[in-house]
């Protein structure tokens, strides 16, 4: 067996091979380890805001290109203690992908794939020895040091899907692996993060996540801003220590745009398309404008061309948009008639979403900074209609050959928030209940009798669509709807119609959404808010994650749907 290398494992590169009492030795030791380390305070002092540009990170070049064969990329991730979030504070200890052309101290550069140009990244950890802390004041709940590489919202093969153990594989320290991605997808905002037992939030909070937008030939053709006129931001909520360091808290008080604690940013008066990433543990955004001076009779116009795996067919105009951990929009901002003002990119949500009385407030995200003039003509424009590959199939035609498949989010006595099938809150160790059949269409309607919000995941999907959901006023002790407490069916908004992998499912709800499944093979579902993943409600233990099958077997104890009247009369 290759080092590392389980059932669903990805390809391993050579270099050595581990054996299979070494990766026993591995998982014993991440259960010896579980950290009682509790969470660091609120951050002590804070910079001055919007005193520092915001940065985009590099775009990574493959390490060889061969015509007519797979581009290869090698991905290395390390310890680094250079990143400054602040011009004004010292240097903090971060983590890092970086490649040979794009060296990085936080964040990773940007993996663009094409359609139809698969690539292989050979992932090379580098972090110490497992046993040594990283970082001693998180509260991580081991420190085995293992990484594995997850492209979120990529329909690559089960076995380079990068998920936990035992469903997946990790790499100890000091070795590597490679992952394969097809890229036969059409254009979306993808990205990529590490996705290992117990470590999934400090060390995606530390640095280890990076872009990787999808691309194809249609894309060219949408006339949207480009080059310097298209940005990406991912949006982090994080504290610092009194030695201004970083620590690692629930729900974070302090904004940290690609790697920059409250950011500017000088833009024209013209459109931008800004990619927005949300890759905080646990804190929901929701965004708005807000001018820093005097008023203005409307605030720049945002029109949502793309959500997490695609373009809208129809782009929707929004005042303002929730962005859950894991989610991403593609967003048009028109800044024509803002010449010379200020605006910051607020921000309303509590935390936890939608109840609050968890976390601080976190107003103000960044600030744009709007030139005076515009020194080139502005040719961009915002499509009535995106015609894509994975946009065109009506909802109809979806639910016409789809089942459903009813799944719960709950907090049972023990407080422990989990995921489960229509009967019962399961964990992760438990076999899988959701076994869909491969090529098949299935409709998801999640029971969200927990207090909180969570935005679910799932992995290996295509053609995913969010299609609304139902308040139910009363749940059983087990978790059902009383009859007669379900009120009516409220469609999806305009600018959520789109491509999806992470739905918001909020309490007292049940949510629906459909996708198809075309990959065999075993993979997760779960809460894309980490804190459930690294179990910090359960000592350890992943929190609001499943197995998700995908195989043969054809499905018939579940219903047809066939129709959004039927699928109204089936959700109780």
Excluded at 317 to 340: I, K, Q, T
Excluded at 412 to 426: E, I, T
Excluded at 458 to 477: A, E, F, M, S, Y
Aim: hydrophobic residues 35%; proline residues 10%.
């Amino acid at each position: 067996m290759s080092a590392l290398v389980m059932t669903g494992g990805p390809v391993m590169s050579t270099g050595g091979a581990a054996s299979a009492a070494t990766t026993a030795a591995g998982q014993g030791l991440r259960q010896a380890q579980r950290s009682s380390a509790t969470l660091c305070n609120s951050s002590a002092s804070r910079p001055p805001f919007f005193a520092d540009e915001a940065q985009q990170p590099p775009v990574a070049e493959p390490d060889a290109v061969r015509p007519g064969r797979v581009d290869h990329y090698t991905l290395k991730a390390a310890v680094h203690y250079t990143h400054h979030f602040a011009s004004s504070w010292p240097a903090s200890r971060t983590l890092a992908y970086s490649t040979a052309n794009a060296p990085m101290d936080y964040f990773g550069p940007t993996i663009v794939t094409r359609e139809g140009h698969p690539i292989d990244v050979k992932l090379v950890n580098q972090l110490p020895p497992a046993g040594t802390p990283v970082f001693p004041t998180f509260p991580t709940t081991n420190n085995d040091n293992m990484l594995t590489l997850h492209h979120h919202g990529g329909l690559q093969g089960a076995e380079s899907d990068g998920v936990p153990v035992p469903l997946g594989s990790e790499i100890l320290p000091g070795r590597s692996a490679t992952y394969r991605y097809p890229s036969d997808q059409a254009a979306a905002p993808l990205f990529y993060h590490d996705h290992d037992d117990g470590n999934t939030g400090p060390h995606v909070y530390a640095g280890l996540i990076g872009y990787s937008p999808q691309t194809d030939r249609r894309e060219q053709s949408f006339g949207l801003p480009n080059g310097p006129y298209s940005k990406t931001y991912a949006l982090l909520s994080a504290s610092f220590d009194s030695n201004k360091q970083l620590c690692y808290t629930k729900w974070g008080d302090l904004p940290v745009v690609n790697g920059t604690i409250a950011p500017k940013q000088q833009v024209k008066p013209r459109r931008y398309l800004f990619t927005l990433l949300n890759e905080s543990s646990g804190r929901y955004f929701h965004l708005s404008w807000k001018q820093v001076h005097g008023s203005t009779s409307s605030s720049p116009a945002m029109t949502v061309v793309a959500s997490d795996q695609g373009y809208l067919r129809r782009p929707a105009r929004v005042s303002h948009l929730l962005l859950a951990p894991g989610e991403r929009y593609r967003v048009v901002v028109d800044f024509h008639g803002h010449n010379a003002q200020q605006w910051v990119l607020a921000n309303d949500a509590p935390a936890p979403y939608p109840m609050g009385g968890g976390g601080p407030a976190i107003p103000q995200l960044m600030r744009f900074d709007v030139g005076g003039t515009n020194s080139s003509p502005d040719h961009s424009r915002v499509p009535r209609t995106i015609e894509e590959t994975n946009n065109g199939l009506p909802l109809d035609r979806k639910l016409r050959n789809a089942r459903l498949r009813i799944v719960q989010a709950a907090e049972p006595l023990s407080g422990n928030p989990m995921l489960g099938d229509a009967n019962q809150p399961l964990n992760y160790m438990q076999p899988a209940t959701e076994t869909p059949q491969q090529g098949s269409w299935e409709v998801w309607a999640i029971r969200n009798h927990s207090p909180d919000a969570h935005p679910i995941h799932l992995h290996l999907i295509d053609q995913p669509q969010l299609i609304g959901r139902w308040h139910v006023g009363k749940w059983t002790p087990d978790g059902k709807p009383v009859p007669g407490t379900i009120g009516p069916f409220e469609p999806t908004p305009a600018y959520q119609s789109g491509p999806k992998d992470v739905f918001n499912s909020d309490p007292d709800y049940i949510t629906a959404w459909v996708s198809k499944f075309p990959i065999k093979g075993t993979t997760v579902w779960h809460c894309h808010m980490a804190i459930h993943e690294d179990g910090v409600n359960s000592n350890g233990a992943i929190e609001m994650m499943r197995p998700l099958v995908i195989g043969r077997k054809e499905q018939k104890q579940l219903p047809w749907v066939q129709t959004l009247k039927r699928l109204n009369q089936l959700v109780g």
